[in-house]
């Protein structure tokens, strides 16, 4: 693949455009609290980038809880988790972007590429919003239209498809490794942000969003 032939670029939100991953960790933990299950870092880190219902599921069967509630109390579940997230986004401000994404973001606009988010959150409009970031993004892929979570590759073959390119000439960025495979599996160039030796599957990995710039992805093209 040649840099030049990239022309867009998808981008997970938690964890990768502002810090609103902590808002929902501190939600599930009150979640996690209510029924029972101890929370972990290892519980807490196997949420990202889960769809809400699931994240729900994955707390429940940490503590073999699964059947002890139906659907409806499920729901009840998920709701109260996602009030409970709403009143914390309500607080956020351009100090809740990530360090450097906002430049980032500037550099993509100057130079001519489709930008679009690919979110599991239902509520990522409105963190764009509050954080001050929405006019940089012309598509944001709606999840309560999709049959699939990730690590299903729908989320960013949608994000393609509503920026009108083919999914070989767009990056996509993720912080989790689901977010990853998601990427990896739609034919689209992976960039992780983190850890490395945990995000093995990346096409790129940057320890943080500080490095995310494009000279920096430039040179990893340039290497090979």
Known sequence: MEFENI????????GVISNTSRLHSDAWHQVADKVG?????????KLKGVSRMGSLELILQASSLESHYNDQQKQELAHD??????????????????P??????????Q?????????SSKNSARVLEKIGLSHYFSEIVDPTKLSKGKPDPEIFATAAKLLRLAPEKCLGIEDA????????????????????????????V???????TLSNIRSHFDKK
Do not use: C, P
């Open 81 to 98: 988790k996602n009030k409970d997230y709403l009143r914390r986004v309500e607080n956020l401000t351009k100090n809740d972007i990530l």
């Open 111 to 119: 130079n001519h590429y489709g930008l679009a988010l690919a979110s």
């Open 7 to 14: 022309k867009g670029v998808i981008f997970d939100l938690d």
């Open 37 to 45: 299950t101890e929370w972990t870092e290892s519980l807490s880190n």
């Open 177 to 204: 490794v689901m977010g990853i495979q998601s990427i990896n599996a739609a034919n689209i160039f992976s960039i992780g942000i983190g850890d490395k030796n945990i995000l093995n599957e990346a096409g790129i």
């Open 100 to 109: 450097g994404i906002e430049s980032f973001l500037e550099s993509l606009k």
């Open 206 to 212: 940057f320890e943080n969003t500080e490095l995310l």
